[in-house]
């Protein structure tokens, strides 16, 4: 029914949308495309005016973001609701599913944005907390969109209760189906929380050694020495025997040292004497003992042992090249040939 207070100009106008539905919702939807377009241009404005300030706050750059993701289309389902007919199902089912898309983009990005500025911050000081970190954003934001789901199909009429109970039943089931997903998950919690190794950590499994780059729910990634990334399951890591290299305080190194035949026996007997002289001379390493092992045809052959003051294997090239510059100095000054420094 028509209000009396309608003026008599707009009455033909009402009267024809009353009698014609297409009109109708040709005006209900062209006024929310109208409304949405212009609340969007007033949040770009206050979006474009923040960015000009001087000094732009966590809660600023936050408030930035969510203008951002702020969507149109979401807007007019909402404003479709508004102008449109009062106590509408069909309204009603479109603008919470309008308001739960635009709530949970607005959710995952906060998430995400926090999530990631304590991740950038905690890399720096502890990696270990953040890859902890890093994880718990990933599982918050997977219950975000389990619970904003739940509340809407709570609102549009879903029997919540018998819903979880079905979920449950699947759940059985899918956990079954998916045993090996979910032995990477597992592992993933046990890796960050035990801690056997930390994005940054030098590792070997088997015969495969690289640097951790990252720690995620089903893999783990390496950057071997040679360049290429390798990617184990995080269950696989855990059933193999790891080797932390970083935290090494200092790497034993074995070296098979030989002199010529032909070297006196007098000098012999002096070359481990030698050999830590030259060790005391190479930085950041420490003599532990030289002693001949066997003697061939054509060499006396030494077993040679130091430690060297770094996890690092990238230092142990650099350490071997000063070692075998200054014993082939420090023996050839002595009238001794040196054939062979080598890894055993």
Avoid at 178 to 185: E, P, V
Avoid at 302 to 320: G, M, N, R
């Amino acid at each position: 029914m028509i209000p009396e207070s309608v003026s008599p100009l707009l009455r033909p106008a009402i009267d024809l949308m009353a009698g014609n539905r297409f009109i109708y919702w040709i005006v209900v939807i062209g006024s929310s495309a109208v409304s949405a377009i212009i609340i969007k241009t007033l949040l770009n404005w206050l979006r474009h005016w923040l960015r000009k300030r001087e000094k732009i706050s966590l809660i600023i750059e936050q408030v930035i973001d969510l203008i951002d993701k702020t969507d149109l289309l979401a807007l007019v389902f909402i404003f479709i609701y508004i102008w449109g007919e009062p106590n509408t199902r069909f309204l009603e089912i479109i603008m919470i599913s309008a308001l739960t898309y635009q709530v949970g983009k607005w959710g995952l990005s906060f998430i995400r944005n926090w999530n990631q500025r304590f991740f950038a911050q905690l890399l720096q000081k502890d990696a270990a907390s953040a890859a902890t970190i890093n994880l718990l954003g990933t599982v918050a934001q997977g219950a975000f969109i389990v619970v904003i789901t739940l509340i809407a199909l709570s609102e549009v009429g879903v029997d919540i209760q018998a819903l979880l109970t079905g979920l449950g039943v699947g759940g059985i089931a899918v956990a079954l189906a998916a045993q090996n997903i979910l032995g990477d998950l597992l592992a993933s919690f046990s890796i960050i929380l035990d801690r056997p190794f930390t994005v940054g950590d030098q590792i070997s499994i088997g015969p495969d050694t690289g640097t951790v780059e990252y720690i995620g729910i089903k893999t783990t990634r390496l950057r071997s020495p040679n360049g290429e990334q390798i990617i184990f399951s995080n269950r696989d890591m855990l059933n193999s025997r790891i080797r932390n290299h970083r935290r090494m305080r200092r790497r034993r190194i074995e070296y098979k040292l030989s002199v010529a035949r032909s070297t006196p026996m007098d000098k012999v007997t002096r070359v481990p004497e030698w050999i830590r002289e030259s060790a005391k001379r190479t930085e950041k390493l420490e003599f532990d003992r030289c002693h001949i092992k066997q003697a061939t045809e054509n060499t006396y052959d030494f077993e040679l042992v130091v430690w060297i003051d770094s996890s690092a294997l990238a230092a142990l090239p650099e350490q071997q090249e000063q070692l075998l510059v200054e014993a082939a100095r420090i023996l050839s000054e002595n009238g001794v040939e040196l054939r062979a420094l080598q890894l055993q």
